[in-house]
């Protein structure tokens, strides 16, 4: 297993893995209607991350080493979705969007607006949103 931690990154709670960005932990399916409703005035952005997987790691770190924008931008928001998977399962239901993991996910007024999963989130450029 050595090889595979450094290569993609001892796997953490999320906690550990949240520190680097302003993130709000998103582990409710209330919170799904607030990030709705604030989405109409405000960016909001999910990112799926699955604690069980290597390239999930590999894209958040790649993600949070590339991210330049301010909390006066946007709203991050991190799912664990192997501790909240109600929660993972009903973004999919409320967004419309198919499950995968990693996976980004932008909102504004009321629906998403851009998708991405695997490398593929990198290659969003948040600030064309905001």
């Not at 006066?72 to 973004?91: A, E, G, H, K």
Request: net charge neutral.
């Amino acid at each position: 297993m050595g090889i595979f931690n450094s290569l993609f990154g001892a796997f953490k709670s999320v906690k550990t893995v949240s520190e680097k960005l302003p993130w709000k932990d998103l582990n409710s399916l209330d919170q799904l209607n607030i990030i709705e409703k604030k989405s109409i005035t405000k960016l909001q952005v999910i990112f799926k991350y699955s604690t069980r997987c290597g390239v999930s790691r590999m894209v958040l770190n790649q993600f949070e080493n590339s991210y330049n924008l301010s909390e006066d931008d946007l709203d991050l928001y991190f799912l664990d979705l192997i501790n909240y998977r109600d929660v993972s399962n009903q973004v999919g239901y409320k967004f419309q969007v198919l499950h995968e993991s990693p996976q980004l996910l932008v909102i504004k007024n009321g629906v998403v607006v851009a998708h991405e999963s695997h490398g593929g989130i990198n290659g969003i450029d948040l600030s064309s949103f905001v």
